[in-house]
């Protein structure tokens, strides 16, 4: 009698349960992937609920890497569906108000504009219940062996997991994991004012700023601008001074803040100032700080980054992009080596380091460019080079 061997098919293996700390941008773009994949995942977030805070302003989501990143989490019609139409217009001005370019939106631009809040809010309605978890601030990480490593939360409690993501931002509780490399001060610090209703209270100053965003730089400063929704003007005042400067006004007294602040912008045309002057809000300190151009670090079993916790740089205008972009790719490797986390993680890192070193490279050159002895030629320069 004749035996025949019988195969079984084998069983896929289980797909590793990911541990995300952060609730940005990338941290959810990073779950929303995995769901499409089917791959589980868990977003733990400090803040106490997804309106806690506010989100910030105006996002423009480029299409080298945040619309491929909305693209990989299915997410591209509910994207377009917030783009704010006109908004990528740009002006330049002198210190006196002249201009010295003017670009309106021609709907042909590659960097649509839309709210941080409401790209969040997409973000979080595409995630099954429960699957970011609010009021969990982290206190401690800690590698058990194994590519194990277990969170400790600050209400005392903790979760153990075999792939931790730390997207949790500048100061990442993750990061010292692989790196000991930690945040350094650049020189420069931006202060945050905002206008409502700009076009009707604030007139001079919305004429200003225009349709989108506005740049008046000189030597070491600058007034940067944008009109948000609803006629809401955004500021960032930027200064080049030592944080002993700044540590030397009292935010305290927003009075007293905006005047000190305006002060190193007199004699500049007045409908610049007023959006120093007369912001509603206490102006906010932003004091800028990037890890090294070439942050990396050697491969650790179960554990990586995104985003900030990975490449914090000089603002350029690619942070919320690359973030998604780095949870998107992180996302991908992961669905295309099931059952092999150090696979994906290795093909992962191979790409996120080169792009981050390149981009922080480019946002170095920016930052040059916009508060260097040569600006706003050489900024004017660099924008029409790249035209």
Do not use: C
Request: hydrophobic share 40%; glycine share 12%.
């Amino acid at each position: 009698m004749n035996s025949t061997e019988i195969t079984l098919p084998s069983t896929p293996p289980s797909p590793t349960h990911v541990t995300i700390i952060g609730a940005g941008l990338g941290g959810l773009v990073l779950a929303r992937v995995l769901h499409v994949h089917g791959i589980p995942a868990t977003v733990y977030e400090g803040e106490a609920s997804p309106t806690a805070r506010a989100q910030g302003g105006m996002l423009d989501i480029h299409d080298h890497n945040g619309q491929p990143a909305l693209a990989a989490a299915g997410l591209t019609e509910e994207f377009r569906g917030l783009v704010l139409e006109g908004h990528q217009a740009s002006r330049a001005l002198a210190p006196d108000g002249g201009v010295l370019l003017d670009e309106p939106d021609d709907g042909t631009g590659g960097r649509p504009e839309v709210q941080r809040g409401e790209l969040r809010r997409i973000l979080l309605e595409s995630l099954p219940g429960g699957t970011v978890r609010w009021g969990h601030k982290v206190t401690g990480v800690r590698a058990l062996g194994a590519g194990r490593h277990e969170v400790t939360f600050a209400d005392g409690t903790t979760t153990v997991t075999d792939l931790l993501v730390g997207a949790d931002g500048a100061w990442s509780r993750v990061r010292p994991l692989v790196s000991d490399a930690t945040p350094a001060y650049v020189g420069t610090s931006f202060v945050e004012t905002w206008l409502y209703d700009a076009d009707t209270r604030h007139p001079a100053a919305a004429k200003a700023v225009g349709a989108g965003s506005m740049f008046a730089l000189a030597p070491g400063k600058g007034i940067q601008a944008h009109r948000e929704s609803g006629g809401t003007l955004h500021t960032y005042v930027a200064l080049s001074r030592p944080k002993e400067w700044f540590a030397a006004i009292d935010f305290g007294d927003p009075a007293t803040a905006a005047a000190r602040i305006a002060a190193e912008f007199d004699g500049w045309a007045p409908e610049l100032t007023a959006l120093i002057t007369d912001g509603e809000t206490a102006p906010v300190l932003r004091s800028l700080h990037a890890l090294p151009d070439d942050h990396t670090w050697e491969r650790v079993p179960g554990v990586t980054l995104l985003g900030d916790a990975a490449h914090l740089m000089i603002p350029s205008g690619e942070g919320a992009n690359l973030a998604m972009y780095d949870a998107a790719e992180l996302g991908e490797a992961l669905a295309a080596h099931p059952g092999d986390t150090e696979a994906a993680l290795t093909a992962y890192e191979e790409g996120l380091f080169p792009r981050s070193a390149a981009e922080a490279a480019d946002a170095g050159d920016l930052h040059e460019a916009m508060y260097g002895p040569g600006t706003p030629q050489s900024l004017l320069g660099m924008l029409a080079a790249g035209a």
